[in-house]
């Protein structure tokens, strides 16, 4: 037996969630977590261009080194209110289980091997890494995979929640800005003049007339409109943003492809559409019968949990899609990701770590 360092580790999640990091902002939680590693004694701690932070817990060096990573950065704006709530069973926060606990979990699995005294045959490299959601479209995890290449036995990608899924097949998403333009006008004088949102409305319309495959699983989401000027002014500008995915990486490709010939087919005199390309998160996966699927599993097992296998979008979206090992595992169980009443449970994380260690070790007896 061994005693895991539980509550440390949620008291820096919080300490970690207090520090603002929206996509494309991450500096402040960065340094934040260098000067920690570098507190901790990890080796080699540097930041690299993209904004990623780097540590390595140096192994025997008689094996291939194994990248451990978690996101820093939140879906909330940086004045979001970050007021924490501590509970018996479990701590409500924006951000608190996506990402924070994730990246609290890098030192959580030192903390766990350095009580265990274990000495592995390979390096570990600790990457607190940016831009995975929203448009970041997984520009840190891009970095990290440039840098390591296929050098390592396997990627680990932590999320504080989901705990009890491995995720070993990426989702592939496509995400596009869409702008309408018009000469626009006046409200009244210039009425019958092409307007910007009503071309935009009437396209979105065409947009849910297309018959998408409930096998593999595809889906379509206009997430964001913006347009016009002013209540009485035909508007001259208006765009959305769109959200494709599929499970099938030919279904996403028909969809774009349909996407982008009703954007050619919308265009007539006085009315301009243009298509751009704002996130591309490529698919990939690994086979259940792969060692580190059977790794995963089992350590899962080992603590007392039904393992799941499952498809999502992460940062092993990467890793995935140029056929490298990754996986993608949670922490704890929780609720209300990406709202002001995000939650994590605290007891399941014992759980969490202690699988999270039993795969770091169990890589290396593959």
């Known amino acids: 037996m061994f005693s895991l360092p539980t509550n440390k580790m949620l008291d820096l999640a919080v300490e970690i969630q207090q520090i603002p990091a929206p996509t494309f902002a991450e500096q402040s939680r960065a340094m934040f977590v260098l000067s920690l590693f570098q507190r901790e004694g990890l080796r080699d701690v540097f930041q690299d261009e993209a904004g990623n932070v780097h540590g390595r817990l140096a192994g025997d060096g008689q094996a291939r080194p194994l990248v451990v990573s978690a996101h820093m950065d939140t879906v909330f704006p940086a004045n979001t209110d970050l007021h924490v709530d501590r509970q018996s069973d479990r701590i409500y926060g924006p951000g608190i289980g996506d990402n924070s606990l994730g990246v609290a979990g890098l030192f959580g699995l030192l903390w766990t091997l350095q009580e265990r005294n274990a000495q592995l045959p390979g390096d570990v490299w600790l990457v607190a890494n940016v831009c995975e959601e929203g448009l970041g479209d997984l520009r840190g995890m891009r970095a990290i995979v440039a840098r390591f290449e296929d050098r390592p ?214």
């Not at 065409?206 to 997430?223: A, D, E, F, M, W």
């Not at 765009?239 to 349909?258: K, M, N, P, V, Y």
């Open 153 to 366: 036995l396997a990627y680990i990608v932590l999320e504080g929640m989901a705990l009890g899924q491995v995720y070993h097949r990426g989702l592939g998403v496509r995400r596009y800005q869409i702008e309408f333009q018009t000469p626009g006008g006046h409200s009244w004088v210039d009425y019958g003049k092409p307007s910007a949102n009503h071309e935009l409305a009437a396209f979105v319309t065409r947009l849910n007339s297309i018959q998408l495959p409930q096998q593999p699983r595809t889906t379509l989401n206009v997430g964001m409109i913006a347009g016009g000027f002013s209540v009485n002014t035909i508007a001259a500008q208006a765009h959305f943003e769109l959200d494709l995915r599929s499970e099938g990486i030919a279904e996403l490709r028909r969809l774009c492809a349909e996407v982008e010939a009703l954007v050619e087919e919308s265009r007539r005199p006085n009315v301009q559409i243009s298509a751009r390309l704002i996130g591309d998160r490529p698919a990939g996966g690994l086979p259940v019968t792969h060692p580190l699927i059977t790794v995963a599993m089992s350590s899962l097992e080992m603590v007392g949990l039904t393992p799941a296998l499952n498809i999502g979008s992460t940062d092993a979206n990467i890793p995935l899609s140029l056929g490298l090992p990754a996986v993608c595992i949670g922490l704890t169980a929780g609720g209300g990701a990406h709202t002001l009443k995000e939650f994590i449970l605290t007891s399941p994380l014992t759980q969490g770590l202690k699988q999270l260690s039993y795969i770091v070790e169990g890589i290396y007896r593959i």
